[in-house]
């Protein structure tokens, strides 16, 4: 099946989290091309140029790397399967 869609989650979400459960030795696992576990926060050190860490974004959702990466990854699914 071709999917066109990816979840993005965090541990940090109070709302959201995985959609499927993992199959271990399914050779056709939604769960590997649906849910993809984002960072959160981005990381534990202070940025060279703040004063604070990261924040922690739980269910608000920020555009980012990961965000980005999701939608140039389902524009590829789209266009493979264009015929």
Do not use: K
């Not at 091309?33 to 269910?59: E, F, K, N, S």
């Amino acid at each position: 099946m071709a999917w066109r869609w990816i979840n993005l989650w965090r541990y940090t979400d109070a709302v959201g989290g995985p959609v499927f459960v993992p199959l271990l030795d399914g050779p056709d696992d939604p769960a590997a091309r649906v849910d993809r576990r984002v960072r959160d926060p981005t990381g534990l050190l202070i940025p060279p140029t703040d004063t604070v860490p990261p924040p922690v974004q739980g269910h608000r959702v920020t555009p980012d790397d990961d965000f980005y990466d999701a939608i140039r990854e389902l524009v590829r699914r789209l266009e493979r399967t264009d015929g």
